[in-house]
């Protein structure tokens, strides 16, 4: 049985990679938490608009990345945020 920080943290493994091999393939140099969370919907690694408020579509994936700037996860691969309350964007490495 695997537990549940060995099953997040994989998760966030595999989005990061998945995010990662988008812009690679894509010569995308960086994408918006709103872009990423549509891709992922794409590629059936996360659903956008099954939680949040009406018309936040990457609520989901912003919790993500707030939780691994907060220490509670691995950080998504690339993520970057200005500030605490400012916009977040993921960059290729």
């Not at 998945?18 to 995308?28: G, R």
């Not at 960086?30 to 939680?51: E, F, H, Q, R, W």
């Not at 993500?64 to 200005?82: H, N, S, Y």
Request: hydrophobic residues 40%.
């Amino acid at each position: 049985m695997t537990s549940k920080s060995t099953f997040i943290e994989l998760y966030v493994k595999a989005v990061s990679k998945s995010l990662q091999n988008h812009m690679n393939m894509e010569n995308i140099p960086d994408m918006t938490a709103d872009a990423c969370a549509i891709v992922l919907d794409s590629y059936g690694i996360l659903k956008i608009g099954l939680a949040g408020p009406p018309g936040t579509p990457a609520f989901m994936f912003r919790q993500l990345l707030r939780d691994g700037r907060d220490g509670l996860i691995p950080l998504v691969t690339g993520a970057e945020q200005a500030n605490k309350r400012g916009e977040w964007i993921i960059k290729r490495v």
